[in-house]
């Protein structure tokens, strides 16, 4: 099969994440916490557009997640980034600076260390989620769009594709992203913009290995 060819039916091949049932739906929202700029727990009325929120942390996976804005700026919903780390191998480098957005260059490595020059909720460890992680927070309605939920801790949430941390070991040039559409991952170029949500902590392997069906589909392993 002609290498490009290939690349483009696994592109196609998606995990998945399965519907969630009510049950899973209120437990989930009950681990969701809103939090503000300076680390301390939300108190507003709820509604973002008067009384906005940074964060959400989530209780079950001890993360805490940026919450996006809808106005022009550096955490602006609309900014694109292209993927790029120049501090992996060198097939997986990715593009620098090929999306589309408000302040600094415009892809993931340049993002994540413009958030850490100040910081989000009185955290400077903000990262790429890996594939799983991102996984965790994908709420699919039976519609197949966004989960109401979801949109209640993640206003400005786009129907699209944001890119997690974990590249495709098999095709260089290549990562993992999260389709906040139809709510399944795949591989895409590096070079192709996406939104991006950072994440602050991590996910370990005990509760990957306990929570698997739940949350992550028929593969949660990581992905290099």
Not at 195 to 209: F, P
């Amino acid at each position: 099969m002609n290498k490009t060819v290939g690349f483009v039916v696994l592109s196609m091949l998606l995990t998945g994440c399965s519907e969630l049932s009510e049950d899973d739906r209120v437990k989930r929202e009950q681990n969701f916490i809103k939090v503000t700029a300076d680390g301390s727990v939300y108190s507003g009325s709820g509604n973002y557009e008067e009384d906005p929120w940074d964060c959400v942390y989530d209780k079950s996976t001890g993360l805490h997640w940026e919450v996006k804005g809808n106005s022009p700026g550096l955490r602006s919903a609309e900014n694109t980034y292209t993927w790029y780390d120049p501090d992996v191998r060198k097939n997986f480098i990715g593009t620098p600076n090929g999306g589309s957005c408000t302040v600094g260059n415009c892809d993931s490595s340049s993002y994540v260390a413009e958030v850490n020059k100040n910081g989000i909720c009185g955290l400077k460890n903000w990262h790429l989620p890996e594939n799983v992680e991102m996984g965790s927070i994908v709420f699919i309605s039976r519609d197949r769009n966004i989960d109401p939920i979801f949109r209640n801790f993640f206003p400005n949430t786009k129907s699209a594709d944001y890119w997690t941390s974990s590249t495709y070991t098999f095709q260089g040039s290549s990562a993992w992203a999260w389709d906040f559409n139809l709510g399944y991952d795949h591989v895409d170029w590096q070079k192709h913009p996406k939104h991006i949500r950072l994440v602050s902590g991590k996910v370990d392997d005990e509760y990957i290995l306990e929570k698997k069906n739940e949350l992550f589909g028929e593969k949660p392993e990581r992905r290099e």
